[in-house]
């Protein structure tokens, strides 16, 4: 059998962190699906394991340091999350869109971070909407074969209160057939 060679093992170490990045944006579009879905249903459980033990979840600068405040561990962050989920549901739609990913992945540290611009619309169960976009920055720790989120910061760029809800009950306008 033919020695392993430094080409080798560069492509192995290549393979792994592109599997280890494909598995942290997974792990943050999990997070962001279930915080859409949010509401009395929810399963905080499910939400609160993306997180390691001792994650760290807060909200940065002027705006978003006083609305979200700091969360140290998994249980004050689900307990944090399950202020949404009673009734009447403080969402009545939600939505994050990301996009701008930087990710980047230490497999021999089993480390990543990430970065992305968020963009929410959202209406709320008291009839105003608004649209939000914010920073998203994020650090990741691989235990046990699983990639968990390490520290979760946002901090928002703007808050746009919006005249209507964002979901209308008019018929959607198609051509004529």
């Known amino acids: 059998m033919p020695k392993k060679t430094s080409v080798d093992d560069d492509i192995l170490l290549r393979l792994e962190t592109l599997e280890a990045e ?7 579009n999990t997070y962001m699906l279930l915080c859409d879905q949010l509401g009395a249903e929810s399963e905080l459980n499910r939400l609160s394991e993306l997180f390691s033990e001792d994650a760290i979840w807060q909200g ?62 959202s209406s709320f169960s008291s009839g105003k909407s608004q649209l939000s976009c914010a920073y998203i920055s994020s650090e990741f720790i691989c235990q046990n074969n699983t990639w968990l989120i390490h520290s979760f910061t946002t901090e928002n760029i703007f808050s746009r ?7 209308s009950a008019e018929a959607l306008a198609v051509p004529d057939k």
């Open 22 to 28: 494909k598995k942290v944006r997974q792990c943050m």
């Open 60 to 121: 940065k600068g002027k705006r978003y340091a006083k609305t979200f405040g700091r969360y140290e561990g998994r249980d004050a962050i689900a307990d944090m999350f399950s202020a949404y989920t009673k009734e009447p549901a403080h969402f009545e739609l939600n939505a994050h869109f990301l996009c701008n990913e930087l990710i980047n992945v230490d497999v021999t540290n089993k480390s990543a971070n990430g970065r992305w611009m968020l963009i929410q619309p």
């Open 161 to 167: 209160p919006m005249a209507e809800p964002w979901n």
